[in-house]
């Protein structure tokens, strides 16, 4: 009964550092997200997937790249780490229109300093 | 534009007292609602769908088209309701929820 699982769940980096933070689910979700949460912003979307093989930009894409390696995991890249990408990370899924709701993961607290 | 507006950062109330966390959205459609809430250093859940029209943990939410809100009530607040609430657009369908800048409910013993 794991959902979604995320990995890490706390990370360090240095400025110009690379990462990529990890995201599975097992309830055989289409469609995947990763949403940043900031203080008084709420969350916004980064990139998410609708299905297999599919991948696209959402409200705050820059800086990021993701994968999508299979039905189960949807995993999200830095690059080049900048301190504005300090933030708390959420993946999260669902079937696919989105009606019943997000499936979360428990997040991932980067800070880039 | 579609937009979610939660107008109180920080709603603080006395146990027992009424609570309504406000939510208004701006969409050009049929609106799909829903209310999400994150307890202290916890994951999202989903709280509740408008679609439903479900009452979870005494929680209820009415769709207004009329006035583009989406209100979150509870006749009685406890201390274990302390928590960020969300509120979000699904915009058309698409998955993409949109969501507001959330309210932290902060329920005073």
């Known amino acids: 009964n794991a959902g979604v699982t995320q990995t890490p769940k706390f990370q360090v980096l240095k400025t110009g550092q690379s990462m990529t933070l990890q995201c599975a689910q097992d309830m055989n979700h289409n469609s995947m997200y990763w949403y940043r949460q900031d203080p008084g912003m709420g969350l916004r979307l980064i990139y998410y997937s609708a299905s297999e093989g599919t991948t696209d930009k959402g409200e705050v894409p820059n800086g990021y790249n993701v994968s999508r390696l299979n039905k189960r995991e949807f995993s999200l890249r830095l690059e080049s780490a900048a301190p504005s990408q300090t933030s708390v990370y959420f993946c999260a899924s669902t079937l696919a229109g989105g009606e019943y709701g997000y499936t979360f993961g428990s997040g991932t607290r980067l800070t880039v300093v | 534009a579609q937009r979610v507006t939660q107008p109180e950062k920080l709603l603080s109330v006395f146990k027992g007292a009424p609570v309504e966390l406000k939510c208004n959205y701006s969409?050009?459609?049929?609106?799909?609602l829903f209310w999400y809430v994150q307890y202290s250093r916890q994951r999202l859940q989903l709280l509740l769908r408008h679609i439903s029209r479900e009452s979870i943990k005494g929680f209820t939410a009415d769709l207004n088209k009329g006035e583009t809100s989406f209100h979150l009530k509870k006749p009685f607040a406890q201390e274990e309701d302390s928590a960020m609430y969300y509120c979000?657009?699904?915009?058309?369908?698409?998955?993409?929820?949109?969501f507001g800048q959330g309210t932290t409910l902060q329920v005073k013993p």
């Open positions: 969409y050009s459609g049929s609106p799909e």
């Open positions: 979000a657009l699904n915009p058309g369908n698409t998955g993409k929820l949109i």
